[in-house]
């Protein structure tokens, strides 16, 4: 958990000038993983990783969709957060886009972005993140992962009642995903070191102000050791009286 003190600690320090953050000050709390989480990470499809880890500016006239560098980078926190959830015993669920021939009429797209390809290798989900039998894919059309999908029917099956979030873009999906969480109910986290964008300012700025309304900015160390919190208490042996 993180204190008030702590509340502007972020990577956004070096974009958000002081006049802004005391316009911003009465949104300060302490931050935390809900109670009963499960871990939902965003579009961690193959085209975000396109042309591997260089500055997005040189990938978009080949690879338009890639993140480049900073899809990169968050692979091995990413890794570190999935294999902490898996070990406290969360409901994962990993969402992309559904490319589902008749699943969509023209025009149901995610954003008004031009030149993206609907294929089926594109919007698989990273090899880095390979899903376990107990993992749930979410397809959707739209930016919100509950949008028109099944996962809040999912969510109240597993009695879940806050959301762990990673994944991208911190724009766009996961911004969209965050509101409708929030809107719908939910607690969310939303991991630093695990969210990424095709550019470091839509990314700052849209983090600081999802921070601010309506999800908790948390680094990765602090959301590990809730999580380790949560694996401990699962494996503790039942007391016997007599």
């Known amino acids: 958990m993180a204190s008030i003190e702590d509340f502007e600690d972020h990577c956004w ?14 949104y300060a709390r302490e931050t935390k993983v ?18 591997g880890a ?33 070990t406290a015993g969360l409901p994962i669920f ?3 886009q559904d490319v589902r021939k008749h699943a969509r009429p023209p025009g149901a797209v995610s954003t008004k972005r031009r030149g993206r390809a609907l294929t089926a290798d594109n919007y698989e989900i990273y ?19 509950f949008q028109g999908t099944p996962i809040v029917s999912h969510l109240n099956l597993l009695g879940v009642r806050s959301l762990i979030v990673c994944g991208e873009a911190t724009s ?9 969480a929030y809107s719908s109910g939910y607690s969310v986290a939303l991991v630093e070191e695990c969210t990424f964008d095709q550019t470091e300012l839509t990314h700052k700025i849209n983090l600081f102000d999802m921070h601010h309304k309506y999800a908790d900015v948390m680094k990765l160390a602090e959301v590990e050791a809730h999580l380790a919190g949560v694996a401990r208490v699962k494996v503790q042996p039942v007391s016997r009286v007599g």
């Open 54 to 86: 260089k500055p997005p500016a040189e990938l978009v006239d080949r690879f338009p969709s890639s993140c480049g560098i900073h899809a990169h980078r968050a692979v091995a926190p990413t890794k570190r957060l999935v294999a902490a959830a898996r």
């Open 94 to 96: 990993f969402c992309t």
């Open 13 to 26: 320090k070096d974009v958000m000038p002081e006049q802004d953050l005391r316009i911003y000050a009465p």
């Open 127 to 145: 090899k880095e993140f390979p899903l376990d039998d107990t993992d749930i894919l979410i397809c959707k059309q739209r930016a919100s992962a």
């Open 34 to 51: 809900g109670p009963a989480p499960a871990l939902l990470a965003i579009d961690l499809y193959n085209q975000v990783y396109d042309g």
């Open 172 to 180: 766009g999906c996961v911004r969209a995903t965050v509101v409708d």
